[in-house]
């Protein structure tokens, strides 16, 4: 199928970023809400796609998301941010 760019849906959109990113082979991926404007079938194939590259390849990633159980399916380690204070596993860092 072949669409032009500006006729894309921002999942769409989403999804080709991702791809172009990982067709460079980065160390380590910086992913900023990568699936908020994904269905879920797209969300956890994405999170699968991102957690096998990791384990096969060794790419790191940094995965900021407001969605909590997303957060506990792929994060080796879950960081949170609430009003100023930075802390992980509930144990303040700051």
């Known amino acids: ?15 080709v970023a991702l791809v172009r990113s990982l067709l460079l082979r980065p160390k380590l991926l ?9 269905d879920d079938v797209s969300k956890y194939a994405v999170e699968r796609l991102i957690t096998d590259i990791n384990r096969q390849e060794g790419t790191g990633y940094v995965w900021i998301s407001h969605d909590r159980d997303q957060a506990a399916r792929i994060g080796d380690r879950v960081w949170s941010l609430s009003n100023g204070t930075l802390s992980e596993g509930g144990i303040s860092c700051l």
């Open 1 to 15: 199928m072949s669409k032009e760019a500006f006729t894309l849906s921002g999942g769409e959109k989403q999804r």
């Open 30 to 38: 910086l992913l900023d809400e990568i699936t908020s404007s994904l």
